[in-house]
């Protein structure tokens, strides 16, 4: 008898494919149940691909965790992955509230979530445990250069509010009025985002590198598998260090024309371009699912498509706007 599993991918926004990953993985295990997508708004396209979408609210509002809760416990959903870092802080605090209702949610710690999302812990941790990163430079000393400098915030996600300072002027006009930045120096090399399989246990067992080819609004577009090993041992080595993680981690770095790896962001969630990690043969989702219903995933480290290209481009979903819940009718 086929076993029944209800999934939520919460904030799905654009990630279809992705969410189209996690529905191949039910239908080969066989398994039966529904893949609901939330997002706050029903005009986000992953709503309406998923089997059925949930409205919810804001991921900083006082009512956001006790909202997926609330819909866990109607839909019978077993497994939640959160997509994006502004919820990670409060899910992973509210583990346990998840497990009581029944429902595994894929997180990491909290611990691991802070570090993660604060830019100047992540500078601190990769320091003290023997990582190459982009220096932080303190204000007063950036100011004498030299330049070019990056400046982002200290907790920020998508590369929103990151700025390249070719000069003193502009890094006096990007830290007025913030208190709450990050200066970095420039490094000069190819950028690089490593997906890692740390599963439900937490054992680092995969290590995807991709070539990041070309950005738009903070996503890659275009991006090509590298099996680097040395990108890859690290990588491992940086999610091990980390420890209590769980799921995917996303981690960036460059690759210095001398061979350095230079990590500069650690993030405990799906990437937004893991869908091409995927496509390579490191089948995330199914080995997750495997792993939530007791089976052992057939993983085999380096058994993934070196040399594959993601070429993104637009498509569309189509719905009646009177038919839709919340601000779509407008």
Same mark, same amino acid.
């Given at each position: 008898m086929a076993e029944t599993l209800n999934? @939520?991918?919460?904030?799905? $926004?654009?990630?279809?494919?992705?969410?189209?990953?996690?529905?191949?993985?039910?239908?080969?295990? $066989?398994?039966?149940?529904?893949?609901? &997508?939330?997002?706050?708004?029903?005009?986000?396209?992953?709503?309406?691909?998923?089997? +059925? &979408?949930? @409205?919810?609210? /804001?991921?900083?509002?006082?009512?956001?965790? +006790?909202?997926? *809760?609330?819909?866990?416990?109607?839909?019978? %959903?077993?497994?939640?992955?959160?997509? %994006?870092?502004?919820?990670?802080?409060a899910l992973a605090s509210a583990r346990e509230r998840f497990a009581e209702a029944g429902v595994r949610l894929v997180? /990491? /710690?909290?611990?691991?979530?802070? %570090?993660?999302?604060?830019?100047?812990?992540?500078?601190?941790?990769?320091?003290?445990?023997?990582?190459?990163?982009?220096e932080v430079i303190p204000y007063e000393k950036a100011l004498a250069g030299p330049f070019p400098l990056f400046i982002k915030p200290r907790y920020g996600s998508s590369a929103k509010d990151v700025h390249y300072l070719p000069d003193r002027e502009s890094l006096v006009f990007y830290c007025r009025g913030r208190d709450e930045h990050v200066i970095q120096e420039f490094i000069r090399g190819a950028e690089h985002t490593v997906d890692v399989y740390a599963g439900l246990d937490g054992a680092a067992r995969v290590a995807v590198p991709r070539l990041r080819l070309e950005v738009r609004?903070? +996503?890659?577009?275009?991006?090509?598998?590298?099996?680097?090993?040395?990108?890859?041992?690290? /990588?491992?080595?940086?999610?091990?260090?980390?420890?209590?993680?769980?799921?995917? %981690?996303? *981690?960036q770095c460059f690759l210095t024309e001398g061979?350095?790896?230079?990590?500069? +962001?650690?993030?405990?969630?799906?990437?937004?371009?893991?869908? *091409?990690?995927?496509?390579?043969g490191a089948d995330f989702p199914l080995w997750l699912l495997e792993e939530h219903i007791g089976r052992k995933p057939d993983i085999h480290p380096a058994?993934?498509?070196?040399?594959?290209?993601?070429?993104?481009?637009?498509?569309?979903?189509?719905?009646?706007?009177d038919e839709l819940p919340g601000e779509g009718k407008g």
């Open positions: 999934i @939520l991918l919460t904030c799905i $926004g654009r990630r279809v494919a992705l969410l189209e990953a996690f529905r191949r993985a039910m239908a080969y295990l $066989g398994l039966k149940g529904r893949l609901y &997508g939330a997002d706050r708004s029903a005009l986000a396209p992953g709503f309406h691909v998923a089997d +059925e &979408g949930l @409205l919810v609210p /804001s991921v900083d509002g006082p009512d956001y965790v +006790e909202a997926l *809760l609330g819909l866990c416990r109607e839909r019978e %959903i077993g497994l939640v992955v959160p997509l %994006i870092d502004w919820e990670l802080p997180i /990491s /710690s909290p611990g691991v979530v802070d %570090i993660c999302r604060d830019k100047q812990r992540t500078y601190e941790f990769l320091k003290a445990h023997g990582f190459d990163t982009a609004g903070g +996503e890659v577009a275009k991006a090509r598998t590298v099996r680097n090993l040395e990108i890859m041992r690290q /990588s491992l080595r940086l999610v091990k260090a980390l420890g209590e993680c769980r799921g995917v %981690i996303t *981690l061979g350095a790896v230079k990590f500069i +962001e650690m993030n405990p969630r799906f990437g937004g371009g893991v869908p *091409l990690a995927i496509q390579a058994d993934w498509q070196d040399g594959l290209l993601m070429l993104r481009y637009d498509a569309a979903v189509f719905r009646r706007a």
